[in-house]
């Protein structure tokens, strides 16, 4: 099972500020994603990296970019917080696996609020 | 596409009694099935998953789900819920058969134990 960490797990901030949220894995998993679940619904993909250096868009639209310069790493940042990005963000990491049907570990949670 | 559907946003049991989480799939290749498990404020924890191997798939904590081709379901139980039980449960399949494959959430049923 996968370790992983996100920093900060609470974080209130004001409209218009530049905030990166911590993604790390201990695992040396190749894979990692970033998701936003809004209180009492689905995860929805917003980004996704399949090694260093990769990076994709998932399926729900979103202003945050993210980054791998190392394996362990997937920082996410939004540079102008708007309080339509209040949300919870969730990181995962998974290994590869031949045939994609690898299972991903999830990281506690960043619960984002933008006054 | 595959799609996941949660029957039913809420379930409500009183201890020591059955727990039944609906989940119906949507996929035109062999899915690949997870049941996860949110606690309050936490991230997402795996409890099984479905690859094609034994229909009738144990997790953690006593539940198990069985895989039916012919209902396209992978519905979830507990012989017996503990109030420990009280969390949300999200039902996801991994889209995709080579090494972009992504899940997909359903919405998620919260699960209620009464003493």
């Known amino acids: 099972e996968a370790d992983i960490y996100q920093t900060p797990r609470y974080l209130v901030i004001g409209t218009g500020k530049k905030i990166t949220l911590e993604c790390s894995q201990t695992?040396?998993?190749?894979?990692m994603y970033w998701y936003q679940q809004d209180p009492g619904m689905e995860l929805h993909l917003i980004h996704y990296?399949?090694?260093?250096?990769?990076?994709e868009k998932g399926d729900l639209s979103s202003e945050s970019t993210v980054s791998r310069i190392r394996t362990e790493h997937f920082p996410l940042t939004l540079e102008s917080a708007r309080p339509s990005h209040t949300s919870q963000y969730l990181c995962?990491?998974?290994?590869?696996?031949?045939?994609?049907?690898?299972?991903?570990?999830f990281g506690p949670g960043t619960r984002l609020t933008v006054l | 596409a595959q799609s996941v559907t949660q029957l039913g946003s809420h379930v409500s049991v009183s201890e020591g009694a059955l727990v039944l989480l609906r989940c119906n799939y949507s996929?035109?290749?062999?899915?690949?099935l997870f049941w996860y498990v949110q606690y309050p404020n936490q991230g997402l924890q795996l409890l099984l998953k479905?690859?094609?191997?034994?229909?009738l798939v144990k997790g953690i904590n006593g539940f198990e789900a069985e895989f039916k081709k012919s209902e396209t379901s992978f519905h979830l139980t507990k012989p017996s819920a503990h109030m420990s039980d009280a969390a949300e449960y999200f039902c996801?399949?991994?889209?995709?058969?080579?090494?972009?494959?992504?899940?997909?959430f359903g919405q998620g049923t919260t699960l209620q134990v009464k003493p």
């Open positions: 995962a990491s998974s290994e590869f696996v031949a045939g994609g049907r690898d299972t991903q570990y």
């Open positions: 695992m040396g998993h190749d894979k």
């Open positions: 990296s399949y090694g260093v250096n990769s990076t």
């Open positions: 996929s035109s290749v062999p899915p690949y």
């Open positions: 479905y690859t094609s191997a034994a229909t």
């Open positions: 996801a399949v991994m889209i995709g058969s080579s090494n972009t494959g992504k899940l997909i």
